[in-house]
């Protein structure tokens, strides 16, 4: 089966989905901040899927007194399946394979992975939200002597330990699956992890459950105080409507890992920097000024010259988001350095026994 007779054959699914609408897919509207309670909030984003243009509308709320934002009203669990549905699998999983396997990232996860050699060899280590376990086949080369397991809640972590980038798949929920994997690990990541999840705290208190006492955590995320965020707005790629649930500022994470007895060892900001805001944002407005493409999510394919004129559209832009590419590259020193680096790092040391 092609893709093109794939896609037809899911639209009938999807379109039957879609015929109540999406309103049903997103929860009551909170009117308290999730982090510290305060009623204070304001709207900071309201937009839509600008990556794969499913219908619908999201709205990202900032507390006026901790700064925490959140997406409000939440996707339901039934939302967030339809979302993250043919993203990282069925559809998009070639795409996806590609995104996260390519040679930029394979040495970005190793810089990330050599943020734990101040603190010693680790023994067995546990990636959350570990996808097709890319990270850890790159970690691998650091951490030669380290054996990796991967949780996650898609098939993709099944497909890597097939591939042998893991050697233990863990499949579900990491709030669900602590309780048997307590006190088993002496290192665990999250990855740009925790804005995913509904539910960060709690997820904190898991990894501090899985992890063996003094082990190591380490976390990366997108940085919701990044002054590109007010720059580019809603074409800043790490908003990543609607699959990043919760934004937090540096200090709030830093306090809930204290009051959860972990201690603060390393924070970082220079290095976990991505390099693809202006990139990404170029990317994105280009998407969404092209004819729609074959997706299952709209009720019609689109005709031959709808199909000719994105074809035409794109090749004819992409000088331009190449140019975009070489000059966001000359850029990242400079950047990475300022408050214009998009993500932070916190590495983060349990209580000892």
Not at 69 to 92: C, H, I, K, M, V
Not at 101 to 110: D, L, P
Not at 135 to 161: C, N
Request: aromatic share 10%; net charge positive; with cysteine.
């Amino acid at each position: 089966m092609n893709r093109t007779q794939e896609v037809a054959q899911l639209r009938v699914d999807y379109q039957r989905e879609l015929a109540d609408g999406t309103e049903r897919f997103h929860g009551p509207k909170s009117t308290a901040c999730p982090w510290c309670g305060s009623s204070r909030l304001r709207t900071r984003l309201r937009t839509v899927d600008l990556i794969q243009h499913k219908p619908g509308t999201f709205v990202l709320d900032q507390c006026r007194d901790c700064s925490h934002s959140f997406q409000n009203p939440r996707l339901t669990s039934e939302g967030l399946a339809f979302y993250y549905r043919d993203f990282y699998d069925g559809l998009g999983a070639a795409n996806a394979e590609m995104l996260f396997g390519r040679k930029g990232n394979r040495k970005r996860y190793q810089a990330s992975a050599r943020a734990l050699l101040p603190f010693g060899s680790p023994r067995r280590w546990l990636d959350v939200g570990t996808g097709h376990g890319h990270f850890p086949d790159a970690a691998r080369t650091v951490h030669p002597d380290t054996v990796f397991d991967g949780l996650d809640l898609g098939a993709g972590v099944e497909e890597g330990a097939r591939q042998g980038r893991i050697a233990e798949a863990h499949r579900g929920l990491l709030t669900e699956l602590a309780p048997k994997l307590e006190g088993r690990y002496d290192t665990m990541s999250m990855f740009h992890y925790l804005e995913h999840t509904t539910d960060p705290r709690a997820e904190l208190t898991a990894a501090r459950t899985v992890l063996a006492p003094g082990g190591h955590l380490i976390i990366e995320v997108p940085d919701p105080e990044s002054a590109m965020s007010a720059v580019l707005r809603r074409w800043w790629v790490p908003y990543f409507q609607p699959q990043h649930l919760h934004l937090m500022p540096i200090a709030n994470l830093r306090r809930e890992l204290e009051a959860q007895g972990f201690t603060v060892v390393a924070v970082a900001r220079q290095e976990p920097h991505t390099s693809f805001d202006l990139t990404g944002a170029a990317a994105l407005v280009l998407a969404h000024a092209l004819p729609p493409a074959d997706e299952p999510w709209h009720a019609q394919p689109p005709r031959d010259f709808q199909r000719k004129a994105r074809k035409a559209m794109f090749w004819s832009a992409f000088p331009f988001l190449v140019g975009v590419y070489g000059l966001e590259q000359l850029l990242t020193p400079l950047l990475s350095r300022t408050r214009f680096s998009n993500a932070y790092r916190i590495v983060a040391r349990g209580a000892a026994a």
